[in-house]
Nanobody
């Protein structure tokens, strides 16, 4: 079992930044790929970023590449998403997810076994 709790969301102006955190409870964090997804009202949940179990590999959606950075601290069982140069279209609920015992940087929702409850990010124009 893995429990994930996101934090760090909020309301920011376009061009601003937020640092999202995801705290994980469980013994398999360091052996799990981690990802961030987001879901805007009326839309499907979409892939944002993923990081491999040792942090050596990352993967980003084209829409956030160059603006967002995913990282992890296995000693703290925490994964982060640094969001810079935010745009109104980034507005969504952001979810942290764990792909238990998986390698690589999965991008599909079905690859992930555990999900947090999400944190709201709102970007005003």
């Amino acid at each position: 079992q893995v429990q994930l709790v996101e934090s760090g969301g909020g309301l920011v102006q376009a061009g601003g930044s937020l640092r999202l955190s995801c705290a994980a409870s469980g013994r398999t964090f360091s052996r799990s790929a981690m990802g961030w997804f987001r879901q805007a009202p009326g839309k499907e949940r979409e892939f944002v970023a993923a990081i491999s179990r040792n942090g050596g590999g990352t993967n980003y959606a084209d829409s956030v590449k160059g603006r967002f950075t995913i990282s992890r601290d296995n000693a703290k069982n925490t994964v982060y998403l640094q969001t810079n140069s935010l745009k109104p279209e980034d507005t969504a609920v952001y979810y942290c997810a764990a792909a238990l015992l998986q390698g690589g940087t999965p991008t599909a929702r079905n690859d992930y076994n555990y999900w947090g409850q999400g944190t709201q990010v709102t970007v005003s124009s």
